[in-house]
């Protein structure tokens, strides 16, 4: 028997943080793969959130064959903080999967969440671009030892119809150890994908409405969602990707845009001192296309630039 119902998870962490986690599920009225999808991992991406939100709304239990549980908002304390990527403890919470229960408030969370996706067939996690940050619509996956797995996260990366797919491994250019995604792929052996558009987004925009039309275009393809698979475009794949940091504190000056073509030692932007006199270049170190970046206006020393991705 179908149905819809939601509920609020609640614990604390080994350090005596309160954590609850809004869980919502829809049970389709015949059988068939289970799908999880994940939102609010960080703060500020309030698209993937409502997104999320509006397809759990909108689902049916008769159009749903197998399940879909959704985690609306998978860290709370950066909503009601209003912070954007670090958890109430300080911590990324997307870099601390697997977790450890018991643990601080990320460890803690990233353990619970790993136990609510255990059981699924497939896992997909949505963001959208933090706030003072640009971004190209992009969807990244994990590349380990299972080629079964690898097709199965490179098919939810594809059929999320975006133009660009990143491939990540645990070791290599950027590491891709603590992400939700490639935990889920290690840990719990199903295939899973993060998928990003391009903006911090609002309620009904251009990108909530992508994200909704890639997640029914995927639950289509596993078989959770009935109705015919939509033809999607041949991406551009790139091959793990660079992150830039800034040697330098201060202020900063983007010369690139998200999705511009760099070549090595091309400059990106550059950092200012108080006075305006230039002290740093910040130069692309490899040849690629420009992912996402920060568009503050200052930086931080040793502070996140620009994520160039390495094209075939």
């Known amino acids: ?10 614990f604390e962490s080994g350090d005596g943080h309160a954590i609850n986690i809004p869980v919502a599920v829809v049970v389709g009225e015949t059988g068939g ?23 759990f709304r909108e689902l049916s239990p008769a159009d749903v064959k197998g399940s879909v549980k959704f985690i609306t908002v998978c860290d709370m304390s950066v909503i009601e903080g209003r912070r954007t990527h670090l ?11 697997p977790g450890r229960a018991g643990g601080g ?7 619970k969440i790993i136990d609510e996706i255990k059981g699924a067939d497939y896992h997909m996690d949505l963001h959208c671009c933090q706030p003072l940050c640009s971004s190209v619509p992009l969807c990244t996956y994990h590349r380990g030892r299972s080629g079964a797995l690898n097709d199965g996260s490179h098919e939810i990366a594809y059929y999320y119809g975006l133009p660009n797919i990143v491939i990540t491994e645990s070791e290599g250019r950027w590491q891709d150890k603590g992400t939700c995604y490639a935990s889920v792929y290690e840990n719990i052996g199903i295939p899973s ?30 078989g959770t969602l009935k109705g015919a698979t939509a033809a999607v475009g041949r991406p551009q794949i790139y091959e793990n990707m660079e992150w830039v940091y800034a040697k330098n504190s201060g202020l900063y000056r983007r010369v690139a845009s998200a999705g511009d073509k760099v070549r090595r030692g091309q400059m990106i932007g550059y950092v200012m001192d108080c006075f305006g006199t230039p002290v740093e270049k910040i130069l692309s170190p ?9 568009e503050n206006s200052s930086v931080a020393k040793h502070g996140f630039v620009a994520s160039v991705g390495v094209t075939r």
């Open 193 to 222: 994908a993060l998928v990003q558009t391009g903006t911090p987004c609002a309620n009904d925009d251009e990108n909530t409405l992508r994200h909704i039309a890639g997640m029914k275009n995927v639950l289509r393809r596993f």
């Open 87 to 97: 958890s109430a403890d300080g911590e990324n919470l997307n870099r601390s999967f």
């Open 105 to 111: 408030y990320a460890q803690a969370l990233a353990a």
């Open 1 to 10: 028997m179908g149905g819809k119902k939601t509920e609020i998870l609640r």
């Open 33 to 55: 793969p289970d799908a999880v999808i994940t939102s609010g991992i960080h703060g500020g991406e309030y698209g993937s959130i409502f997104a999320a939100l509006k397809l």
């Open 286 to 294: 490899i040849n690629g296309r420009v992912l996402f970046q920060t």
